[in-house]
């Protein structure tokens, strides 16, 4: 059963809806397996929605899916970047590059991706302080220990257009609509295929697991209100099939929506009902919780995924602190929450 729910990580070519095809791309030592990139066919030639990483077996497997096709990277004539996160935006520099096919991404992620493309070191460094302020120093050594990797730092490519939802793309062909559904990441967009009901979801509707939270510079104002009212925003789509770029296409989006929604008000209550008396920090929070589908315990992460988990305690927090049940406070640039005693008395 658990290599079942794998399968579609599977190297190949699986045409999803007529002229749709999806390309699994490689992310290995990632426990995501893979990026779904979908392939459309338009009449000016292929669009490509998300990359996956910049590294070799990434090219490899976009090349296979192409040849199958009986295309090239020439006949890519736009990409389409769902987010700023390496796995969605890194190779996309280098198709547009060989293909000369212009890119887009949404204009909340902008900050990111200068951030990054102007410092990746600097950058890297800001999420390290503000693990420091959210009280996981262990972390930052955990990280800093672990080394970057050996991948050479990624520079971001900057779009040829930045979108901020409400567009159509290609009209008077596919006529897909771009949705704005920040949370994920403050510039996050979805495609809505009116005319055939296809969700092109990125990682803001996805069929087995939650996406994160919280992991982008500088930080939003409130990335789980964001994501919620995102949720919110794609219930009501008449789609009958949803296109994730983690997990095989599936349907019925407005059960998986309020399943997402469910669940996130159930960590907002568990968020609450592990603050100590005295208060607690996110990564006291985190620690106090279980993680993954697996119900794993903090120490059981590895660095990477226990920074996630700490600014994602921060992210239901500060939801909570907004409701009016936490208290914010900061004491030698660490910061804490404290419950309400009448929110407290609610329980």
């Not at 971001?156 to 006529?175: K, S």
Request: charged share 25%.
């Amino acid at each position: 059963m658990a290599e079942d729910r794998y399968r579609w990580a599977e190297p190949g070519l699986e045409e999803v809806a007529a002229g749709v095809y999806r390309c699994p791309l490689p992310l290995p030592g990632d426990a995501l397996r893979a990026v779904n990139a979908y392939l459309v066919r338009t009449a000016g030639g292929l669009l490509l929605i998300d990359s996956g990483w910049d590294r070799q077996e990434t090219r490899e497997a976009l090349w296979s899916c192409l040849r199958r096709l009986g295309s090239d990277l020439e006949d890519v004539r736009a990409i389409f970047a769902t987010h700023v996160h390496r796995d969605h935006l890194g190779t996309a520099g280098w198709v547009r590059h060989e293909s000369g096919a212009w890119l887009t991404l949404g204009l909340g992620d902008r900050e990111t991706q200068m951030a990054f493309a102007q410092d990746p070191a600097r950058a890297r460094g800001a999420s390290l302080d503000r693990l420091r302020r959210l009280a996981a120093e262990d972390v930052v050594a955990r990280l800093l220990a672990a080394g970057p990797g050996g991948d050479e730092p990624w520079i971001p490519p900057a779009p040829d257009l930045y979108l901020v939802g409400g567009e159509l793309l290609l009209p008077g062909d596919l006529e897909l609509r771009v949705i704005a559904t920040p949370g994920h990441t403050r510039g996050h967009v979805c495609l809505f295929d009116e005319r055939r009901s296809i969700l092109f979801a990125g990682d803001h509707v996805l069929p087995h697991i939650t996406p994160s939270l919280g992991v982008e510079l500088p930080l939003a104002d409130s990335p789980l209100a964001s994501f919620m009212d995102s949720l919110e925003r794609v219930r009501e789509l008449p789609a009958n099939l949803v296109l994730p770029a983690h997990g095989p296409a599936f349907g019925g989006l407005r059960d998986r929506v309020e399943a997402l929604l469910a669940h996130h008000r159930e960590r907002l209550e568990r968020c609450f009902g592990v603050i100590a008396a005295e208060g607690s920090t996110p990564r006291q929070v985190a620690e106090a919780l279980p993680w993954t589908r697996r119900l794993r315990r903090f120490s059981e992460l590895d660095p990477f995924n226990q920074m996630l988990a700490v600014f994602e305690s921060e992210a239901h927090l500060r939801v909570l602190a907004d409701q009016g049940r936490l208290e914010l406070s900061t004491a030698d640039g660490r910061v804490r929450y404290l419950a309400k005693q009448e929110a407290r008395a609610q329980v």
